[in-house]
């Protein structure tokens, strides 16, 4: 599968836990995006990392949120001490190099804290 | 976060119509604008992408954009069932991010 891959599809915290996601991007593609969707609500940019790199945060809240994206590996999208709020599906996007290049997203990771 | 709104309500149409969706947005400085669909519970899918003033067209589906007016449009021609979506407006800005808008539903009605 060369699409971009995300896991786990579904996460179960309780509040005071920590979350980790895990995203993937498609082959050949070099840049990486995390959006969160609340229900009801819009796509939202979180960050933007190429390898080792993060380019654009600019989305991420500033505590409790963090992203990697490692040299070798997966990019990770971790969030400590989860509240309830922090329910909703996260997804990665990735595309190849270049300003406005299409990005391609992952099936994303539904978040629930109980 | 750059201002794309969606304002219509869920638009049904009949299996065979044309489905009309409409976006418009604040930054002038826009220059790449794409739409996406999404089944309800899955990931978005691209399937357009326009970056110049004027139509661009990909099978069945039609993409408009008009910068001096701030607006991009999609075309669904002869709707099918499988058309049934939410279908998000997103342009791109800044560093490669992408602003969305909260989406238009879309239902066929066979």
């Known amino acids: 599968n060369a699409g971009v891959m995300q896991n786990p599809r579904h996460l179960v915290r309780r509040r005071g836990q920590e979350a980790r996601l895990r995203c993937s991007p498609m082959k050949g593609h070099s840049h990486v995006y995390w959006y969160r969707q609340l229900p009801e609500e819009g796509l939202k940019f979180m960050v933007y990392?190429?390898?080792?790199?993060?380019?654009?945060e600019s989305g991420m809240p500033k505590e409790r949120f963090s992203a990697e994206f490692p040299k070798e590996g997966p990019s990770i999208l971790r969030i400590q001490q989860v509240v309830r709020g922090d329910s909703a599906a996260y997804f990665c996007?990735?595309?190849?190099?270049?300003?406005?290049?299409?990005?391609?997203f992952g099936d994303g990771t539904r978040l629930s804290i109980l | 976060q750059k201002e794309v709104e969606q304002n219509s309500g869920p638009l049904s149409v009949p299996e065979g119509a044309i489905a009309s969706l409409n976006c418009t947005y604040s930054d002038r400085g826009s220059q790449s604008f794409f739409w996406y669909r999404q089944y309800s519970g899955k990931s978005p899918e691209l399937i357009m992408s326009i970056y110049s003033n004027g139509d661009k067209e990909d099978g069945r589906f039609t993409a408009q954009l008009n910068k001096a007016s701030q607006y991009v449009s999609l075309l669904i021609r002869d709707s099918q069932p499988s058309d049934s979506a939410t279908y998000l407006c997103a342009l791109s800005y800044g560093n490669n991010r992408l602003a969305f808008g909260k989406g238009n539903q879309v239902v066929v009605i066979p």
């Open positions: 996007a990735s595309s190849t190099q270049g300003s406005n290049q299409p990005q391609h």
């Open positions: 990392l190429q390898k080792e790199n993060i380019i654009d």
